[in-house]
């Protein structure tokens, strides 16, 4: 599997990875949920050269993660805002920080904490079954073969999973 080729791979985390896979990508849109918009507001805050923070936003912008939204006309200038798709990746930066704050914080902690708006609660992320609504571990799910599989492929149900 060549790192240009994911986007074309039958499975759906190398063709998500090809999107957002590289580190700057993740710490810009981590970024966007935190409200940051303007080319210059990434620049400054990330310390990422002109070259590859110009490269990652044309990526997220042609995958429809970003949208160019101008908000001045004279001289024309636009801002990143995330899209529906854009947006549907929260749970995945949510994953992530919430990873990071259980294995990877110091003693003083987690950075950031998160707040449920509506009750006021300090929250971390819990996967759920859409059906159930039971929660959900890596435990609780059989994996089985979906219309995008290659029948050329060995099915996943037919592979050992050294994970369980």
Same mark, same amino acid.
């Given at each position: ?49 002109? %070259? ?37 990746? %929260? ?32 929250? %971390? ?40």
């Amino acid at each position: 599997m060549r790192w240009e080729e994911l986007d074309q791979e039958p499975c759906s985390v190398a063709r998500a990875l090809a999107v957002v896979g590289d580190r700057w990508t993740l710490i810009i849109l981590r970024d966007c949920f935190l409200g940051v918009r303007r080319f210059d507001q990434f620049e400054s805050r990330l310390g990422i050269t002109r %070259h590859v923070l110009t490269d990652r936003l044309k990526k997220l912008v042609e995958n429809g993660v970003l949208a160019k939204v101008p908000y001045q006309e004279k001289p024309l200038r636009e801002e990143y805002r995330l899209t529906d798709k854009g947006r549907a990746l %929260h749970p995945v930066i949510m994953a992530l920080v919430h990873w990071g704050n259980t294995y990877m914080a110091d003693e003083r902690g987690a950075p950031l904490v998160h707040i449920h708006k509506p009750c006021g609660h300090q929250m %971390h992320p819990v996967t759920v079954c859409s059906h159930c609504r039971e929660e959900v571990t890596a435990r609780d799910v059989r994996i089985e073969a979906g219309p995008g599989w290659k029948t050329t492929q060995t099915s996943p149900s037919d592979r050992q999973s050294t994970n369980r």
